[in-house]
């Protein structure tokens, strides 16, 4: 039970971005089309969730006054693992995400969740957190990404669906557009919030 | 575990394998062995003595930084509790039960704390039951609208309705009903005194939670006055009536406003009964049980109907005593003062 | 004393395995990373100047470019090179195709890590159509007074790729203009 | 133009032109997250600017005396890293001796500062970045330290202006659902806006 709770906790109630403000670096570089949200969604799904479970294992050797180093290592040596592998057996996989994994290692998610999380409970619930903080964040991702393409490039997932006559608004491609739409999103969900 | 595989596949792998293996390894294991032991020094240099009683203890501690212990924050007060000698029941949220682990914690004997609630003096406020001297449009606090004019509505020390004690409560024990008048929820309350601090017209107080009868009213006008600015009908116009029937003087009259003394307070509700303009509230009023007296346990030692507030009860000495049920009050003193537990409510 | 040893000790061991992990990788994926970009460059040159043999050749200013034949007649018809600069956020290389009077046949650019969704769309062919045709003379963003509009909001890029290219060609140009008779030489003993 | 005009250049280049926060984008979680007060925002800026500062420096003596020699560069992330890591740990032993309240004020984002893109974004461009003066010459040892030293306080200018401006935003009339964060936002999206007036400049 506590599993499924853990999950659905990171996708609304602790959602990484909108309620946590973490990962904000990668949030801003990538959502400007949806499918480059997708790759970094899932690349830093599966790197948070390895390096979740790993932290978990590790948490009892590692003593308090070297714990960021020790997480550190296990995540950057997980992303350049990822890279590399992918880089030799995915090609094609490779070249679309190839620009995603080096922005994974600064993605504060990872580490704020190793050290919030993973380094307080056991595997099973780490995972957990992990699927639930990866899938909250590639949705939050979409999302934003969602409405910075169609507003800055008028499609979605490279599908025209803006008319003819709509010239992009280019602001919303830049990163101060995506500040902005972040920021009417977290008043919208707020607004949500008191209305329940 | 992970070192056993690749320990034998570097073993079967051609050695040049080994040399490029080799390098990244010393270099990386030999920064990470630096910057252990730099580590493991500065963390020696900067130690922090910090007592670990007080980190037990504000783990303990609810960590809602209130204040009612009068300490900034519950570290503040964990921390005052091992190195100041502070008491340890000061926590109110926490009540008995949080003073004594703190108590164990710490190796003394808690003090008892009496577990208050926090009671809001006022009956008008809400939508319909406030006269409005003027129209208040700007900052929507109360501490914004009393700086105008004294307040938009007609007294002067009543409610303004602007909910700044709702906002405060930490604890969300505060709720408005549809009148738009605040009700305060007993069991979340933790006198917390967030609430008393947060309302300007200071109409809050804490009250021992055992204690049911209020006064209602904070107005210091005289009555007329009182009377008609109040919007509810219900002001204290400081008659006195309730002071002169209260049994056991527990209410005086200061600044034209009756004020309970609750250490005196029997929660007798007599006085409630007695307010002509019902400015007191009496949780209990109608449902007070009588007292009566279990005939074989009573030794006729006399000791209730020197209690009692309204002589009802009566008897020879040594002989079975009787209480007059139309006279008792259910004020439950005599309960309370009779050794053998020889009178039950009924 | 134990305590700094213990200390020094884990973090050795983490980071000891952690880059004999990374190394053992390294070691297996390299090769293939390597062979796969060979691999990956011969295409696109195909690509840029379809059905040429390509024989590789030095400038002396260190810039290795390849010169483009058709097969049968052994005549030059152009040549490939690939550019290098640092656009906003890191090195952009480009391959460029060149015909014999060095006009631009194609580009592509083959390895970048610009912002996505801004600089990074120089891969898309949109961009590269932008090129063709143009001498070395027009080459530069039309901020700078030449030919290639600037990508909404990836000037730098832009302007990055245009002048790598820029140079390489001039490069170029005066390496072929002031030895014609190393290409004759060069032609034969490569094939 | 001397050296002193390359630092000039440099520090001008990494305050306003290039800034860290509101032109490259990198370093934003501390960014929304630490500015709410001016002093955890003063003591964050100090904080990175000394990390950067130091990070700077041990990352180009591993790049150039432990990697290049070596032929290793696929280590240069995990080794970076694993320095900047090792950097904040000991700063943060130090802030919890020195200020014990700064240190409660920072809280999780003070180990944040690993990985803070910012640091090992000025860690990785000054092993690729060239002087302004003349692009041949590659940074050296002083220069990498310099740029880390201005792009820390680049960050620190921006952080201290988003503080101070969101603090008085607290009083200000805002609606309910907009307070704190979503305000911080659009104002960080409006600083940036405004930080793009000097993208244009040519030193």
Redesign the interface.
């Known amino acids: 039970m506590r599993f499924i709770s853990e999950i659905t906790k990171g996708l609304v109630k602790d959602n990484p971005i909108f309620v946590l403000v973490l990962g904000m670096c990668p949030t801003l570089a990538v959502s400007t089309s949806v499918d480059n949200a997708l790759g970094m969604g899932i690349a830093a799904t599966f790197v948070l969730m390895c390096s979740n479970i790993i932290v978990s294992m590790v948490k009892g050797i590692t003593p308090a006054k070297i714990r960021i180093p020790v997480y550190i290592v296990i995540i950057a040596s997980f992303v350049t693992i990822v890279d590399m592998v992918m880089a030799a057996y995915e090609p094609a996989l490779h070249k679309s995400l190839g620009l995603f994994i080096p922005l994974i290692v600064v993605n504060c998610i990872i580490l704020g969740r190793a050290e919030a999380f993973a380094s307080k409970n056991n595997v099973l619930n780490s995972l957990a957190d992990a699927i639930g903080m990866g899938a909250g964040f590639t949705l939050s991702l979409v999302i934003v990404a969602t409405f910075r393409e169609t507003l800055g490039a008028g499609t979605w997932l490279k599908m025209s669906i803006m008319p003819q006559s709509y010239d992009p608004m280019l602001v919303a491609i830049l990163a101060p557009g995506a500040f902005i739409t972040l920021g009417f999103l977290m008043a919208l969900i707020n607004m949500l919030k008191e209305k329940k | 575990m992970i070192i056993l595989p690749a320990m034998i596949s570097i073993l079967e792998a051609s050695p040049s394998m080994i040399n490029t293996l080799g390098a990244p390894i010393m270099v990386i294991g030999g920064l990470g062995l630096l910057f252990g032991v730099i580590l493991a020094i500065a963390s020696k240099v900067f130690e922090v003595k910090v007592d670990p009683r007080v980190e037990q203890i504000s783990e303990a501690l609810p960590g809602a930084n209130c204040g009612a212990c009068g300490m900034p924050g519950c570290a503040g007060y964990a921390d005052a509790i091992v190195h100041g000698g502070e008491a340890v029941n000061k926590c109110a949220p926490g009540g008995a039960a949080l003073a004594a682990k703190i108590a164990e914690i710490m190796g003394t004997v808690a003090g008892s704390t009496e577990q208050k609630i926090a009671v809001i003096h006022c009956t008008s406020g809400g939508t319909n039951n406030t006269k409005w001297k003027y129209a208040y449009q700007g900052i929507e606090t109360c501490k914004a609208a009393v700086n105008i004019a004294d307040g938009p509505n007609a007294c002067s020390w009543g409610c303004v309705g602007y909910n700044d004690c709702e906002r405060s409560c930490v604890f969300g024990a505060i709720s408005i009903d549809e009148h738009g008048m605040r009700c305060i929820d007993p069991d979340k309350c933790t006198a917390c005194g967030a609430c008393v601090k947060a309302c300007p017209r200071k109409l809050i107080d804490l009250v021992p939670i055992n204690k049911t009868v209020y006064i209602k009213c904070s107005s210091k006008d005289k009555g007329p006055i009182a009377k008609q600015a109040c919007g509810s009908t219900h002001p204290c116009i400081a008659c006195g009536i309730c002071a002169k029937n209260c049994p056991v003087n527990a209410i005086t009259i200061e600044q034209n406003l009756a004020v309970i003394d609750y250490t005196k307070c029997i929660n007798c509700g007599l006085c409630a009964t007695k307010c002509p303009t019902k400015a007191i509230l009496d949780l209990l009023a109608g449902c007070r049980k009588k007292a009566e007296i279990i005939a074989e346990n009573c030794i006729g030692c006399a000791l209730c109907a020197k209690n009692c507030p309204v002589k009802a009860i009566s008897g020879e000495l040594k002989q079975l005593h009787t209480i007059d049920s139309n006279l008792c009050i259910g004020c439950e003193v005599c309960v309370s003062k009779c050794r053998k537990q020889a009178i039950k409510m009924v | 004393m134990m305590?700094?040893v213990?200390?020094?000790?884990?973090?050795?061991?983490?980071?000891?395995?952690?880059?004999?992990?990374?190394?053992?990788?390294?070691?297996?994926?390299?090769p293939?990373?390597k062979e796969?970009k060979a691999k990956e460059e011969i295409q696109t040159r195909e690509a840029l100047i379809p059905g040429a043999t390509f024989i590789a050749d030095k400038t002396a200013s260190g810039l290795d470019f390849f010169i483009a034949q058709d097969p049968q007649t052994n005549e030059v018809i152009g040549y490939t090179f690939i550019a290098a600069k640092?656009g906003y956020?890191?090195?952009i290389q480009t391959m460029v195709g060149l015909d014999k009077e060095f006009k631009i046949l194609n580009i592509k650019v083959i390895n970048q890590?610009e912002?996505?969704?801004?600089g990074?769309n120089c891969t898309l062919e949109g961009f590269a159509k932008l090129f063709v045709g143009l001498s070395d003379t027009e080459l530069l963003v039309d901020k700078d007074g030449g030919k290639i509009p600037a990508m909404?909001?990836a000037t730098i890029t832009t302007r990055a790729i245009t002048n790598s290219i820029k140079e390489q060609v001039i490069a170029l140009k005066n390496h072929l203009a002031n030895a014609p008779q190393a290409l004759a030489k060069s032609s034969e003993e490569v094939n | 133009m001397g050296y002193i005009g390359e630092i000039f250049v440099m520090a001008m280049t990494a305050i306003f032109i290039q800034n860290f926060v509101l032109a490259r984008f990198l370093g934003l979680c501390p960014y929304l997250g630490v500015s709410k007060k001016l002093d955890s925002a003063f003591g964050m800026g100090m904080a990175v600017i000394f990390v950067m500062t130091l990070a700077s420096a041990f990352a180009y003596l591993i790049q150039n005396y432990l990697l290049k020699p070596l032929g290793l560069d696929y280590l240069q992330t995990i080794s970076f890293i694993l320095t900047i890591a090792a950097l904040v740990q000991f700063v943060e032993m130090v802030i919890q001796k020195n200020a014990p309240a700064l240190y409660k004020s920072l809280g999780v984002y003070l180990p944040l500062i690993t990985t803070n893109c910012a640091v090992l974004g000025v860690a990785i461009l000054n092993t690729k970045a060239y002087r302004a003066t003349d692009p041949t010459l590659a940074y050296n040892f002083l220069d990498s330290v310099l740029n880390g030293f201005f792009s820390g306080v680049g960050f620190t200018v921006v952080l201290l202006a988003m503080a101070g401006i969101r603090e008085r935003l607290e009083f200000a009339e805002i609606p309910k659902s907009m307070k704190g964060m979503p305000i911080g936002l659009i104002l960080a999206g409006i600083m940036a806006l405004a930080f793009y007036g000097f993208m244009g400049f040519k030193i």
């Open positions: 305590y700094y213990k200390l020094g000790a884990i973090l050795l061991i983490i980071c000891a395995i952690a880059a004999g992990l990374l190394a053992y990788i390294n070691g297996l994926t390299e293939i990373i796969r640092n956020s890191g090195e890590s912002t996505p969704g801004l990074a909404a909001g």
